[in-house]
C-alpha cells in the first residue's frame, strides 16, 4: 500500500468500513510507515479531543431570552422585581415567582445591580448600629436630677419601711398569683361549708373537735365488740386515751364506759352529750392540745 | 454598657424592686446601664444631638414614673424599657414630621465615636466614622414612614410582628415598607458611592 492510498483510507478505517483484507493491509503499513502512523495517531486524538469539548455554559441569560420572546406574558416588570426584592432575600419566594424573578434579574440591566446594592446597604446599617456614640457628658447626671432630685443617688437610701413593704410585695407576689386563687377560693368555700354543717359552734375548732368525735365514737364501737382482734382495742385505749388528754387512766375509762353508753343511746344523742356532758375537760383539753 | 451589659431577668427584678423602695444607687445603675442605647435610638430618629438628649432625658422619666408597672413575668427590663423608649421615641418622631422645622441635623462628626475595636488602625477608624456619617445621612433622607421602618427593623433589628405591635399598621404594609425603604436607601448610598455596585 503506498502512503496516498493509506491517506484515502484513513476514514473508512477509522469507520470500520473496510473489508478484512483491506483492514489488515492499512495496518500493516501503519506499522511499518512511521509518517503514516503518526498522522494516523494525530487524526484520532483530534477526533477524541473534538467529541470531548462541549460549548461554554450559556447562563441564565440565554434561557431568559429564550423565554421572553416565547412566553413574555410571564415576564415581571421592574416595580415588581422591586416589591419582591425582601422576600427574595429573606427566602420567602415561591418557585415560579422566584425563577421569574432571577430571569429580570439576569436581564434588565437597571435591575441587575440592585439586589447587591441592598445587601451592602443592609450590611452597612448593621456596621452603623455596632458603632453607638457615647452618652454625653452630663446626660446622665441630668436625667437623675431629674428623675430623683440628685445627681448623687448613693446619698439617697431607701427607708426602712418602703424596704419592708417592696419585701412583703415580692414575699406575697407567688400567692397573688392567678394560678392559686382558685385554689384559695376552694379552700375557703370548704371551710365556710364545714363550719356551718359539721362543726357545732360554727368555727374552725369545731370541725376538729367534731372530728374526734367521731372518731371517739368510731374506737367505742370497736372496743364494744368482743369480736374484734386485740390490736384494734388497743388502737380504740390510744384514742381514748387521746381524748382523755392528760386525765388519770380511771377517769378516762370512766368517760369511755359512759360514751359507749350515749353511743348506744342513739347516734344524735352521742356526740353533744359526750361533748357537753360527759367530759367537758376532754374537750377543752383537746382543743388546747391543738 | 449597652444591650450587652443588660441586666440578668434576676437581678433587674431585684434592681427595680429597690428603685420603687427608693434606692437612688439602683436608679443610678439602671439609667448607667440603659443610657446609651437609648440615646442611640433617639439619635437615629432625631438626628439631632440636643433633641436625642431632651427625648432620652424624657424617656428616663416616664421609666422612673411607671416602675411599679414593670413585672417580671411579663419580659426582662431591657424589653420593657426599650419597649416604652421606642413608644415615645416614635411619638415625638411622627410629631416632629408633622410639625416641620428648619433645623438641619447634625453633622455627626461633631459626636465622640466608640470604636469597639481596640486594634483598630486609624484609618480604619476613619472609615468607619465615614461610613456612620454617610449611613446616617442616606436614613435622613428617606421620608418618614419608611425611615421608621428601616430603622426598627435594620438597625433596632425589630421582627415583622414587633414592628406591627409597635406602630399599629397592618403586616403587609410594614413588609412593604422595609421593602421600599431599603431599596431607596441603597440607591442612595450608592449615589453617594457608600456602596459600590
Same mark, same amino acid.
Given at each position: 500500500?503506498?502512503?496516498?492510498? $493509506?491517506?484515502?483510507?484513513?476514514?473508512?478505517? =477509522?469507520?470500520?468500513? =473496510?473489508?478484512?483484507?483491506a483492514?489488515?493491509? $492499512?495496518?500493516?503499513h501503519?506499522?511499518?510507515c512511521?509518517?503514516?502512523h503518526?498522522?494516523?495517531? !494525530?487524526?484520532?486524538?483530534t477526533?477524541?479531543?473534538?467529541?470531548?469539548?462541549? /460549548?461554554?455554559?450559556?447562563?441564565?441569560?440565554?434561557?431568559?431570552?429564550i423565554?421572553?420572546?416565547?412566553? *413574555?406574558?410571564?415576564?415581571?416588570t421592574?416595580?415588581? $422585581?422591586?416589591?419582591?426584592?425582601?422576600?427574595?432575600?429573606?427566602?420567602?419566594?415561591?418557585a415560579?415567582?422566584y425563577?421569574?424573578?432571577?430571569?429580570?434579574?439576569?436581564?434588565?440591566?437597571?435591575?441587575?445591580?440592585?439586589?447587591?446594592?441592598?445587601?451592602?446597604?443592609?450590611? /452597612?446599617?448593621?456596621?452603623? %448600629?455596632?458603632? !453607638?456614640?457615647?452618652?454625653p457628658a452630663?446626660?446622665?447626671?441630668?436625667? =437623675?436630677?431629674?428623675?430623683?432630685?440628685?445627681?448623687?443617688?448613693?446619698e439617697?437610701? /431607701? *427607708?426602712?419601711?418602703?424596704r419592708?413593704?417592696?419585701? =412583703?410585695?415580692?414575699?406575697?407576689? *407567688?400567692?397573688?398569683?392567678p394560678?392559686l386563687?382558685?385554689v384559695?377560693t376552694?379552700?375557703?368555700?370548704?371551710? $365556710?361549708?364545714l363550719?356551718?354543717?359539721?362543726?357545732?359552734?360554727?368555727?374552725v375548732?369545731?370541725?376538729y373537735?367534731?372530728?374526734?368525735q367521731?372518731? !371517739?365514737?368510731?374506737?367505742?364501737?370497736?372496743?364494744?365488740?368482743?369480736?374484734?382482734?386485740? !390490736?384494734? %382495742?388497743?388502737?380504740?385505749?390510744?384514742?381514748?386515751?387521746?381524748?382523755?388528754g %392528760?386525765?388519770?387512766?380511771v377517769?378516762?375509762?370512766?368517760?369511755?364506759?359512759?360514751?359507749?353508753t350515749?353511743?348506744?343511746?342513739?347516734?344524735?344523742?352521742?356526740?353533744k352529750?359526750?361533748?357537753?356532758?360527759?367530759?367537758?375537760?376532754?374537750?377543752?383539753?383537746n382543743?388546747?392540745?391543738? | 454598657? &449597652?444591650?450587652?451589659?443588660?441586666l440578668?431577668?434576676?437581678?433587674?427584678a431585684?434592681l427595680?424592686?429597690?428603685c420603687r423602695? &427608693?434606692? &437612688?444607687?439602683?436608679?443610678?445603675?439602671?439609667?448607667?446601664?440603659y443610657?446609651?442605647?437609648?440615646?442611640?435610638?433617639?439619635?437615629?430618629?432625631?438626628?439631632?444631638?440636643d433633641?436625642?438628649? @431632651?427625648?432620652?432625658?424624657?424617656?428616663?422619666?416616664?421609666?422612673?414614673?411607671s416602675?411599679?408597672?414593670?413585672?417580671?413575668k411579663?419580659g426582662?427590663?431591657?424589653?420593657?424599657?426599650m419597649?416604652?423608649?421606642?413608644?415615645?421615641?416614635? @411619638?415625638?418622631?411622627?410629631?416632629?414630621?408633622?410639625?416641620?422645622? @428648619?433645623e438641619?441635623? @447634625?453633622?455627626?462628626?461633631?459626636?465622640?465615636?466608640?470604636?469597639?475595636?481596640? +486594634?483598630a488602625?486609624?484609618?480604619?477608624?476613619?472609615?468607619?466614622?465615614?461610613? +456612620?456619617v454617610?449611613v446616617?445621612g +442616606?436614613?435622613? #433622607?428617606?421620608?418618614?414612614?419608611?425611615?421608621?421602618?428601616?430603622?426598627l427593623?435594620?438597625?433596632?433589628?425589630?421582627?415583622?410582628?414587633?414592628?406591627v405591635?409597635?406602630? #399599629?399598621?397592618?403586616? +403587609?404594609?410594614?413588609k412593604s415598607?422595609i421593602n421600599r425603604g431599603?431599596?431607596?436607601?441603597? #440607591?442612595?448610598?450608592?449615589?453617594?458611592?457608600?456602596?459600590?455596585?
Open positions: 500500500m503506498l502512503c496516498n492510498e $493509506f491517506e484515502d483510507q484513513l476514514t473508512d478505517y =477509522l469507520d470500520g468500513a =473496510l473489508e478484512a483484507q483492514n489488515r493491509d $492499512f495496518a500493516e501503519a506499522m511499518r512511521p509518517v503514516c503518526d498522522l494516523l495517531s !494525530e487524526v484520532k486524538n477526533l477524541l479531543a473534538c467529541s470531548a469539548s462541549e /460549548a461554554p455554559f450559556a447562563g441564565t441569560g440565554l434561557e431568559a431570552r423565554l421572553l420572546k416565547t412566553i *413574555p406574558e410571564t415576564a415581571i421592574c416595580s415588581d $422585581f422591586e416589591d419582591h426584592l425582601t422576600d427574595y432575600l429573606d427566602g420567602f419566594l415561591m415560579p415567582l425563577h421569574r424573578w432571577e430571569r429580570h434579574a439576569a436581564l434588565c440591566v437597571g435591575c441587575s445591580e440592585l439586589p447587591g446594592a441592598v445587601v451592602r446597604a443592609i450590611g /452597612a446599617c448593621y456596621t452603623y %448600629k455596632q458603632d !453607638e456614640l457615647m452618652v452630663g446626660l446622665e447626671a441630668r436625667i =437623675l436630677q431629674s428623675t430623683i432630685g440628685n445627681v448623687l443617688p448613693r439617697i437610701r /431607701a *427607708p426602712w419601711t418602703s419592708l413593704v417592696e419585701w =412583703l410585695r415580692g414575699a406575697l407576689d *407567688p400567692i397573688v398569683s394560678q386563687a382558685s384559695a376552694m379552700l375557703l368555700v370548704s371551710v $365556710f361549708v363550719t356551718n354543717t359539721v362543726s357545732t359552734d360554727g368555727s375548732g369545731g370541725i373537735h367534731a372530728s374526734l367521731l372518731a !371517739e365514737r368510731a374506737a367505742g364501737n370497736a372496743s364494744k365488740s368482743s369480736a374484734l382482734p386485740k !390490736e384494734m %382495742k388497743q388502737f380504740a385505749d390510744s384514742v381514748n386515751d387521746v381524748m382523755g %392528760k386525765e388519770d387512766p377517769k378516762g375509762n370512766d368517760a369511755n364506759r359512759n360514751q359507749n350515749s353511743n348506744q343511746d342513739g347516734a344524735a344523742q352521742g356526740m352529750k359526750s361533748t357537753g356532758q360527759n367530759n367537758p375537760k376532754g374537750g377543752n383539753s382543743q388546747d392540745n391543738r | 454598657m &449597652g444591650a450587652a451589659n443588660s440578668a431577668t434576676n437581678e433587674s431585684e427595680v424592686r429597690r423602695a &427608693g434606692d &437612688g444607687a439602683a436608679w443610678e445603675e439602671i439609667v448607667q446601664t443610657s446609651r442605647r437609648i440615646y442611640n435610638l433617639a439619635y437615629r430618629f432625631t438626628s439631632r444631638a433633641t436625642a438628649e @431632651d427625648l432620652t432625658q424624657e424617656v428616663f422619666i416616664r421609666v422612673y414614673r416602675l411599679s408597672q414593670y413585672n417580671p411579663q426582662d427590663l431591657q424589653n420593657w424599657l419597649r416604652l423608649a421606642r413608644n415615645l421615641v416614635i @411619638d415625638d418622631y411622627r410629631k416632629r414630621q408633622r410639625a416641620p422645622q @428648619d438641619a441635623a @447634625d453633622d455627626l462628626e461633631d459626636h465622640q465615636y466608640h470604636l469597639r475595636a481596640a +486594634g488602625t486609624a484609618q480604619r477608624e476613619m472609615e468607619r466614622r465615614e461610613l +456612620g454617610q446616617q +442616606g436614613i435622613d #433622607k428617606l421620608s418618614p414612614d419608611l425611615r421608621t421602618c428601616v430603622i427593623r435594620d438597625i433596632e433589628e425589630l421582627s415583622y410582628q414587633e414592628i405591635d409597635l406602630l #399599629k399598621i397592618p403586616e +403587609g404594609t410594614v415598607r431599603r431599596i431607596e436607601l441603597a #440607591k442612595i448610598l450608592r449615589r453617594m458611592r457608600v456602596v459600590e455596585a
